[in-house]
C-alpha cells in the first residue's frame, strides 16, 4: 500500500462520511484546501473547479458510495489538470474494511428471475427495495421501531418510512417466491419463531436470503435482543425448519473487525469518555488500522474466529 502520510491533500465532500474521518485524516495527510459541491464557509475551501489553483498531491475522496462518480466528475472539470491516479479514497490510505454485505444481497436480487413475488422481511427502510424493480415486492416489517427512542449504542441514521410498510400483513402458506431478510434477526425477542414464520410463508424450493452479525455492539436499543449469530445457529436452526443450506459465507473476518473498532475508538473516546484523541494518538490508531488492514490481505480462516457477520442463501425443501 502507497504512504500518503504527509501527502499535500484537498479534502472533497464535508458531509457526513467527512465527519467520521476527519481526526484520521488531520493525522494522515497536510490538508492544503478543501471542496464540496455544496459551497461551504470555511477557511481553505475551494470551488471544485478551482481545485487546480491549489497546489497539491493529491485530491481526497470522503464518500465511499459516491466516489465512483465524484471521481468522474473532478477529471470532467479539471480536464488535463489531474491525473486520475491522484484521485483517492480511504480504501487506498488505510485499506478496506467495508462490510460486503450490500454487495452481496443486491447480487443475489439482480439474479432473480423477473416476476418472482418477494418477501422482504424486517424491510425497515426498504433499502433493497430498487434492486427489486424486477419482482413483485412485499414489504413487512413491525414498525414499532421510534427513531427518536434509539439513542443508545452506536450512533444510527434512521429514516424509516413506515407510511410505506404494511406492518400487519397476513401471508398465505407457501404464498412468496423468495424472503429477504437482512440486519433483523439481532432485533427480534424470538428469531427462531422468525425462521419458523419464514419457511411457512416460502413456496417449496423458494429461496431465503438472510443476514445477521456475527458480533455487533449495541444499535437501535432498546429493539436490541442479540449481539449475533454463530455459523452453528443457522446451521441448527435453518435446517431444523426445512431449509437447505447452499452458501454461508463470512463477511469479514478477524483483521478487518479489529480494523472497524480501532477507526471507530475516537468516536466511542468523545461520547463515552468526553475525551479528544490528541493528533499523535490518532497517529497511533491510524497506523494500527493499516497494520489490521495489511494482515487481513493475507488472512486465511480468521473469520471463524471473529467476522462482521454472515450471508446465508438457503432453500425451502
Not at 22 to 35: A, M, P, Q, R, W
Not at 99 to 123: C, F, M, P, S, Y
Not at 153 to 166: A, M, P, Q, R, Y
Amino acid at each position: 500500500m502507497r504512504d500518503y502520510y504527509g501527502k499535500r491533500v484537498v479534502i472533497y465532500g464535508l458531509g457526513y462520511e467527512y465527519k467520521k474521518q476527519e481526526s484520521f485524516l488531520k493525522s494522515e495527510f497536510d490538508i492544503v484546501g478543501y471542496s464540496d459541491r455544496k459551497e461551504h464557509s470555511i477557511p481553505f475551501y475551494v470551488k471544485p473547479a478551482d481545485i487546480a489553483g491549489v497546489s497539491f498531491d493529491y485530491i481526497y475522496v470522503t464518500s465511499h458510495k459516491l466516489f465512483a462518480e465524484i471521481k468522474e466528475d473532478i477529471l470532467r472539470v479539471l480536464s488535463d489538470r489531474v491525473r486520475e491516479d491522484q484521485i483517492i479514497s480511504f480504501d487506498d490510505v488505510w485499506g478496506d474494511f467495508r462490510h460486503i454485505r450490500h454487495r452481496w444481497v443486491a447480487g443475489k436480487l439482480g439474479k432473480i428471475e423477473a416476476g418472482k413475488i418477494l418477501l422482504d422481511a424486517g424491510a425497515g427502510e426498504q433499502q433493497y427495495a430498487p434492486f427489486c424493480r424486477h419482482l413483485k415486492y412485499i414489504a413487512q416489517d413491525f414498525g414499532k421501531y421510534d427513531p427518536a427512542e434509539c439513542r443508545k449504542g452506536i450512533s444510527e441514521e434512521l429514516k424509516w418510512d413506515t407510511s410505506k410498510v404494511n406492518t400487519d400483513m397476513p401471508l398465505e402458506n407457501d404464498s412468496v417466491d423468495v424472503v429477504l431478510c437482512t440486519e433483523v434477526f439481532e432485533h427480534l425477542k424470538d428469531p427462531v419463531s422468525a425462521v419458523r414464520e419464514i419457511a411457512r410463508v416460502l413456496k417449496p424450493g423458494g429461496e431465503l436470503i438472510l443476514t445477521a452479525p456475527f458480533c455487533s455492539l449495541t444499535h437501535m436499543a432498546p429493539y436490541y435482543f442479540a449481539n449475533g449469530f454463530s455459523e452453528f445457529w443457522y446451521r441448527e436452526h435453518l435446517e431444523a425448519h426445512g431449509f437447505e443450506i447452499c452458501e454461508l459465507t463470512p463477511d469479514g473476518d478477524y483483521f478487518k473487525y479489529m480494523a472497524q473498532e480501532l477507526f471507530r475508538t475516537v468516536e466511542m473516546a468523545e461520547q463515552y469518555c468526553n475525551t479528544h484523541l490528541s493528533r499523535e494518538q490518532v497517529d497511533v490508531l491510524s497506523k494500527a488500522v493499516k497494520i489490521m488492514t495489511g494482515l487481513s490481505r493475507s488472512d486465511s480462516a480468521s473469520a471463524e474466529t471473529l467476522c462482521f457477520g454472515y450471508l446465508i442463501a438457503a432453500y425451502k425443501k
